[in-house]
C-alpha cells in the first residue's frame, strides 16, 4: 500500500489498466522458453549491428507486473534522489512512478540486473485495453526484444546508466531519456525494415501514447499530458539521433550520451543542440521568476521541482480546443518555465504548479487567456459526471496594477474526496502567468494575486 500520493496513484493505476478493454488479444503465449531463444538471437543481431560482443552478457527473463514494479522503483529512487536531495522524498516518488509506468511496459533492460525483462501479463493486458489485438504477437515480441537489447549494448557502449543516475534536473532527465529512447528506436528501425518485425515495429511505435478510447474524460486530461511525455521519448527522440548523425556522425552520438541536452527543446530542435548559438535567446528572465516562486518553498516541508513544459505536453494540456486554435497558442509560445510545488509529507495530493510563458506578441498572450477562459468552460461541460468531475466552478475576470488576468474556482470530486482548484492567469503585455493550487485548503485569491505580482515583477527583467 502506497503510503503517499493516493488520489493521484489511483487515477494513473486506472489509466495504466485502460479502465474498460473489450477487444480479444490474439491468441499468443509468451513462455519463457520462447523469451530465451529470440532474446539470444535478436541480442546477437545488435551486437553485429553496433560492432559490441554481447554473447554471454545480457539475461532474459519472464516477469509479472509487480516484478516489473519493484525493478523501477529501485532504478528510480536513485534518480529521484538526484534531483530531490531527500531520501523519504526519492522513495515516495519512486513507488509512485514505478507503479503508473509498470502496468504499460511490454519490455525493460534492468540495468542493475544485466537482464531483459518481458511481461507477457502486459503483452496481453495493451492488446485487449488499445483495442490492438496484434500487439500480443510473435512479431511484436521479437521487435521489443530489439529495443530493449539496443538498450543493453548502448549502456555497455555508453554507459548512459551511470549519467542518468547523476543528472539533478528533472528538465534534462527528459531530454536524456529522449536520447536513450530515440536512439533504441532508432536502430530497432533498422534492424526490422525488410523483416518479418517491420509491421510489428510500426505498430508497437503507432501505440506508443495511445489512450483507451474508453477512458473517462476526467482521466484523460491527465493521461494525455502524461503520454505526451512518452511520445516525446520515442518519437521526438528518434528524429533527434537521426539528425545529430546525419550531421555529425558517431562522435555527435558519442557526444549526447557523454553530455545531454539540457532540455526537451533541444531534442525538438537539434540544431540548437549541435551548435548552441543557433538558440533562440530569451529576452525576459523567466528563470529569476522561477526562482522567486521556489523561495517561498525552501523548508523540507516542500518539494520543488522544476523544467520547462515542452509543446506536446502543452498541446496535450489543450486537447479539447478546437486544433487551429490549440495550433496558434502553441505556435506562438516563445520560451516557457515551470515549477510544480508538493507538500513531502503529503506527496501530489497537494500540488501548487506556476507557469511563466513568453509569448511572440501581445494580441498571442491575450490570445492565450481567451483560450483558458474557453477551456474552462469546455472542462465544465465535459467533467459533469463520470468519475473525476467538477462539482463546483466559477470565473471572474481581475485587474492588478501591472496585468489582468482571469480567476478561476473549481471543485473537482474523485470518486468520494473533493479538491479544491483555484487557478490564476495573469497578462502584462508578452508575458503570462500561470498559477494553480490544488487541493491545498480554502487558499485566498489575494494569495495567487500577490505572487502572480512578483512573479512579473521577476520575469519583466531584461536579460
Known sequence: ???????????????????????HAADFEITD??????????????????????????????????????????????????????EDAALSGAKTYSTMMAPSLLGKYAYEEGEIMICAENFRTLARTLAVPNLNSEEVLKAIL??????????????????????????????YSAVIEGHSQYVTRALCEGTETEEAFDLYTSCVGRLDPNIPE????????????????????????????????????????????????????????LDPSKRKKLEHDLDAAMDEFSSDYESEEWIVTRLAMTKP??????????????????????????????????????????????????????????????????????????????????????????WQGLYQKKEITVALTKVPVSVLFAVNGRIVVELAYSNVGDIEKKTLEAMATRLIAKAKQKL
Open 33 to 86: 522458453e520462447l523469451i530465451q531463444t529470440l532474446g539470444k538471437e535478436q541480442l546477437a543481431r545488435v551486437g553485429k549491428h553496433l560492432k559490441r560482443p554481447t554473447e554471454g552478457k545480457v539475461r532474459f527473463r519472464l516477469v509479472d507486473v509487480d516484478t516489473l514494479q519493484k525493478t523501477l522503483e529501485v532504478e528510480l529512487k536513485v534518480q529521484f534522489l538526484a534531483q530531490l536531495g531527500d
Open 313 to 402: 505536453q502543452i498541446r496535450a494540456a489543450l486537447t479539447l480546443l478546437d486544433p487551429k486554435e490549440v495550433d496558434r497558442v502553441v505556435g506562438a509560445i516563445q520560451h516557457n518555465r515551470a515549477a510544480a510545488v508538493t507538500d513531502s509529507a503529503t506527496g501530489q495530493d497537494k500540488m501548487i504548479i506556476a507557469v511563466v510563458y513568453e509569448f511572440a506578441s501581445v494580441e498571442d498572450a491575450l490570445y492565450y487567456l481567451a483560450m483558458a477562459e474557453r477551456l474552462g468552460k469546455i472542462k465544465d461541460e465535459k467533467l459533469k459526471t463520470g468519475p473525476v468531475r467538477i462539482t463546483a466552478s466559477s470565473s471572474e475576470e481581475v485587474r492588478a496594477e501591472t
Open 218 to 273: 476526467g482521466f484523460a486530461v491527465l493521461a494525455r499530458v502524461m503520454a505526451s511525455e512518452t511520445v516525446a521519448g520515442y518519437i521526438e527522440g528518434e528524429k533527434f539521433v537521426s539528425a545529430i548523425l546525419l550531421e555529425g556522425g558517431e562522435p555527435a552520438l558519442r557526444k549526447a550520451y557523454e553530455h545531454p541536452p539540457r532540455d526537451l527543446d533541444e531534442i525538438v530542435r537539434p540544431e540548437w543542440y
Open 146 to 175: 530489439i529495443h530493449e537489447c539496443v538498450h543493453a549494448v548502448t549502456n555497455e557502449i555508453y554507459r548512459w546508466s551511470e549519467v542518468l543516475n547523476k543528472i539533478e534536473k528533472r528538465e534534462m532527465v527528459m531530454a
Open 1 to 23: 500500500m502506497l503510503r503517499k500520493y493516493p488520489i493521484r496513484a489511483a487515477l494513473a493505476l486506472a489509466l495504466a489498466f485502460g479502465l474498460a478493454g473489450h477487444s
